[in-house]
């Protein structure tokens, strides 16, 4: 796949502090942008740091595969993640989650990259079923569903936004196994 214009993609191993500070300044714009991504305002760097540290000694304990997007000058502007550490009952299972891309590198096809990164990561993961969750009515989930991801349904009153409106959430899946 033909990724975006100086856009890199890059499977990290480890976290460092310059990939916390890089995914928290890209998290932090999403939701002042007001994505329901988890957090409520205020969103703070404390917050976002918190957050990623969590994820970065998730990923050391190898619970999940984390994808970034770097522009030109080597700046995190997009992410997402598969969560690995699924029951033991579902071990061909993954979650495809926190899927963000900063506001300044939207609608370039960033996201499209890091989808199908995530995609190809999963299945070398041994993970053939991927389920996600996301807003109703959503930029990202035009692009699920674009992507060939199934639709379940949808669950009201699911999460709020981050001023504390309600918000539904769609689910989906794709088997990878075709
Ligand atoms: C949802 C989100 C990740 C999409 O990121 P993105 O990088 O803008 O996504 P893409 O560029 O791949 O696709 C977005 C749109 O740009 C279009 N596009 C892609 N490349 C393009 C290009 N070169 N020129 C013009 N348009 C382009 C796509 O067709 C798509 O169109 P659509 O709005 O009709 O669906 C981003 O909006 C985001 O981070 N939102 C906030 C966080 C969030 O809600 N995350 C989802 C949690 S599940």
């Known amino acids: 796949m033909k990724l975006p ?7 990290l191993q480890t976290m460092g502090e310059r990939e916390i500070q890089g995914l928290s300044d890209v998290l932090i714009d999403c939701v002042e942008g007001g994505a329901s991504v988890s957090f409520m305002f205020p969103m703070t760097r ?3 740091e918190a957050f990623w540290r969590g994820v970065a000694a998730s990923l050391a304990r190898g619970e999940r595969i984390v994808i970034v ?7 995190i502007v997009g992410t ?4 690995l550490n699924v029951p033991e009952n579902q071990p061909h299972r993954g979650d495809v989650a926190k899927m963000l891309v900063h506001r300044r590198a939207r609608r370039r096809g960033v996201a499209t990259a890091l ?5 190809r990561s999963a299945l070398a993961a041994g993970r053939t079923l991927l389920v996600l969750d996301t807003v109703t009515g959503s930029d990202a989930e035009r ?7 199934e639709r379940c349904g949808e669950i009201p009153n699911y ?7 309600p918000c539904a959430t769609t689910i989906f899946f794709k ?3 075709s």
Do not use: H, M, N
């Open 115 to 119: 989808l199908a990164a995530a995609e």
């Open 5 to 11: 214009s100086g856009i890199q993609i890059r499977c």
């Open 143 to 149: 692009l699920y569903a674009r992507q060939g991801w």
């Open 69 to 75: 997007a770097e522009d030109e000058a080597g700046t």
């Open 46 to 48: 404390a917050k976002a």
């Open 80 to 83: 997402a993640q598969v969560i």
């Open 175 to 177: 088997s990878l196994r």
């Open 159 to 165: 999460a709020l936004w981050p001023d504390g409106r």
